[in-house]
């Protein structure tokens, strides 16, 4: 069978796209993802049906590709986990539901890619939604994606802690941090429902499955595209050990910022002289394939506790209650970002002084860093993954912007609201945040990712020499090829990426149906 399209990826875009294309029944669709089916929330396990409380650890399950990746010349390689199962990173993830800022996108729109504009995108990001707190004309509420954000009365004492000392220190209150001009503090907004991170395969996929047009394949690791000349006709997957192929008039890779970089570089796609050197043959040389590797760099910075308290983390999740902010002197407005942890003040069966989980944490992401690195493919063999390059803090600014951040935590810590909660500050040391140098030294050698890779097969016109697609997704100087995932962004919004790739889902979907 040839089918219209092939979808490699079911995750946070590769569902609503599979959902989304055979809602027309003319159309067939073929759906690939390498990890494992629960084709309904019943069948789900523990470590991706619920967000928080007594679980299983998802880092600890067989649902996640495991990734090393170098931070900066003074860090150990930092682990970068993401989603391999049906619902892919949606359905490990922290299901924190933040949108971009209005310029974001407007940037976007500014370099080439009119189509993604705020007030473009805005109707997808309504559309995918169903908001429990605010029906206006900012939000959707018929979406199949469920959100909320936690109320005063299920915080915990250190998320009001520090929502008392940011209001005392005169950042805006924030009750609504999805609004396009929002910045302050105040409850985050969550795809969740009970407990239960609502990802894409809930939403999107399993109200679709009846379809007869639309065929779900899991366990399938795509191996390369498959081409006649200039046009992808297929791919060359293994499943339970044997090696089929398909072929559709469309291939969309959706496996996220490594894995379709890592698909489209085993295929030929990509920088000719690196993939000559492995003894790939280039089908298109497109010199911007990984060279455009972007993320929000994270910082824990912890706390012992005075006293063992409830946390009700059985009813709050991380990141609760959250500040946005502009660092001093940038131009960049809401590039900071800190999140109230909900760690436990003592881990089970542990007391406090023998558990390094103890005590109050927050954590501190930079949200547009000015770093960017580099993702390279490093083998022929599909199984080695390619080598990732964070190149965190190279830019002069983004150390100056953390150096402040981190000394806002410490002063955020001083108010009064947290005297009956903290102890000491564990790291790091009142001498090192004396001292610039010192305070650059820990955050290079602390430094680790807040998992939103992004820009690996940058989005843009064909007169830019990173771009590897045109705004629709389509590839260039290929045909029947197309990326919808987080690896197209041109840059990381000021955001977690989750909604944003959702929202792009619909929009390329739509540009699908209209012809594009």
């Known amino acids: 069978m040839k089918y219209d399209h092939i979808i490699v990826g079911a995750g946070s875009a590769g569902n609503i796209l599979a959902s989304r294309l055979s809602e027309d029944p003319n159309r067939s669709v073929l759906l690939l993802e390498a990890g494992a089916d629960f084709p309904d929330l019943q069948q789900l396990p523990g470590e991706l049906k619920y967000l928080y409380g007594d679980r299983p650890d998802v880092y600890e399950s067989e649902h996640l590709w495991n990734y090393e990746a170098r931070a900066t010349d003074e860090a150990l390689p930092i682990l970068i986990p993401r989603g391999k199962v049906i619902g892919g990173s949606s359905a490990v993830n922290g299901a924190q539901f933040l949108r971009g800022v209005r310029e974001d996108y407007d940037l976007w729109a500014e370099w080439g890619n009119d189509e993604w504009s705020f007030e473009k995108i805005l109707p997808y990001f309504k559309k995918n939604e169903s908001d429990r707190d605010f029906q206006d004309e900012y939000h959707g509420?018929?979406?199949p994606i469920h959100c909320r954000r936690f109320t005063p009365d299920e915080w915990g004492p250190q998320q009001q802690a520090f929502y008392d000392a940011c209001i005392d220190a005169g950042f805006p209150d924030c009750p609504d941090h999805n609004r396009p001009d929002s910045t302050g503090v105040g409850p985050l907004t969550f795809n969740i429902v009970d407990r239960v991170r609502w990802n894409t395969a809930l939403g999107y996929l399993d109200p679709a499955r009846h379809r007869m047009n639309l065929t779900i394949k899991p366990n399938c690791l795509v191996h390369g595209v498959i081409f006649d000349g200039n046009r992808a006709t297929g791919l060359l997957l293994v499943s339970g050990g044997e090696r089929f192929t398909v072929y559709g008039e469309e291939v969309i890779l959706s496996a996220g910022a490594i894995g379709t970089p890592h698909i489209l570089g085993l295929s030929g796609v990509g920088?000719?002289?690196?993939?000559?050197?492995?003894?790939?043959?280039?089908?298109?040389?497109?010199?911007?394939?990984?060279?455009?590797?972007?993320?929000?760099?994270?910082?824990?910075?912890?706390?012992?506790?005075?006293?063992?308290?409830?946390?009700?983390?059985?009813?709050?999740?991380?990141?609760?209650?959250?500040?946005?902010?502009?660092?001093?002197?940038?131009?960049?407005?809401?590039?900071?970002?800190?999140?109230?942890?909900?760690?436990?003040?003592?881990?089970?069966?542990?007391?406090?002084?023998e558990s390094k989980d103890a005590g109050i944490s927050v954590y501190l992401c930079m949200y547009l860093a000015l770093s960017s690195g580099e993702l390279r493919i490093q083998s022929t063999d599909p199984s080695q993954p390619p080598s990732l390059d964070y190149n965190y803090l190279h830019d002069p600014l983004d150390r100056s912007r953390y150096r402040e951040g981190i000394r806002l935590c410490a002063d955020l810590f001083k108010h009064a609201a947290f005297n009956d909660l903290v102890e000491d500050r564990l790291a790091p040391s009142d001498d090192i945040l004396a001292s610039d140098e010192a305070l650059d030294l820990w955050v290079k050698q602390q430094v680790r990712t807040a998992h939103h890779i992004c820009g690996t097969a940058k989005m843009g016109p064909s007169s830019d020499p990173l771009a590897v697609v045109d705004q629709?997704?389509?590839?260039?100087?290929?045909?029947?090829?197309?990326?919808?995932?987080?690896?197209?962004?041109?840059?990381?919004?000021?955001?977690?990426?989750?909604?944003?790739?959702?929202?792009?889902?619909e929009g390329v979907a739509d540009f699908i149906k209209q012809g594009h």
Not at 485 to 503: E, G, K, Q, Y
């Open 141 to 143: 509420t018929d979406g």
């Open 472 to 505: 629709y997704g389509k590839v260039y100087g290929i045909e029947g090829l197309r990326v919808v995932d987080a690896s197209i962004m041109p840059h990381c919004v000021r955001a977690n990426l989750n909604a944003t790739v959702m929202a792009m889902a």
């Open 271 to 353: 920088p000719g002289d690196q993939l000559a050197q492995l003894g790939i043959s280039v089908v298109q040389d497109l010199p911007g394939l990984g060279r455009n590797l972007r993320d929000h760099p994270s910082i824990d910075i912890n706390w012992s506790s005075k006293q063992v308290f409830p946390l009700k983390e059985e009813r709050v999740a991380a990141g609760a209650i959250t500040l946005r902010y502009t660092a001093s002197g940038s131009p960049y407005k809401n590039d900071m970002i800190i999140y109230m942890n909900n760690r436990l003040a003592e881990a089970p069966g542990r007391s406090l002084d």
